[in-house]
């Protein structure tokens, strides 16, 4: 099946799926209960799957920017060992660089 949309497109409505599943997730814990909203939150995509009208379609998009963003976490789940994270850069190794040599070093 081919459709007029550009690349560009399909990976702006990927990501707005993506986010809105990131953002379900840091609202529920539990996996299961998550599953139920996941699957609602891809009904609504797929309702909207053949609107080829681009007014429609910005509509369509535009309203479900709104929707996520008033529905923004406002304390979201960062994985500890992610920028951010509660242990990040936590018990870093050590640097591969050269070890200084105090030897070579003039003192005066």
């Known amino acids: 099946m081919s459709t007029s949309f550009s690349s560009a497109h399909r990976l702006y409505v990927k990501s707005l799926y993506r986010r809105m599943l990131k953002n379900e997730l840091d609202w529920v814990v539990r996996r299961d209960i998550w599953r139920g909203r996941a699957m609602m ?10 609107v080829t009208e681009p007014r429609a379609l910005a509509q369509i998009l535009e309203k ?32 591969i660089a ?4 105090h030897t070579a070093a003039v003192h005066h």
């Open 41 to 50: 939150i891809r009904a609504e995509f797929e309702r909207n799957r053949d």
């Open 64 to 95: 479900a920017e709104a929707s996520l963003a008033s529905k923004l976490h406002p304390d979201p789940y960062i994985p500890p060992t992610m920028p951010g994270g509660t242990k990040w850069e936590r018990n870093i190794p050590p640097t």
């Open 98 to 101: 050269p070890l200084y040599d």
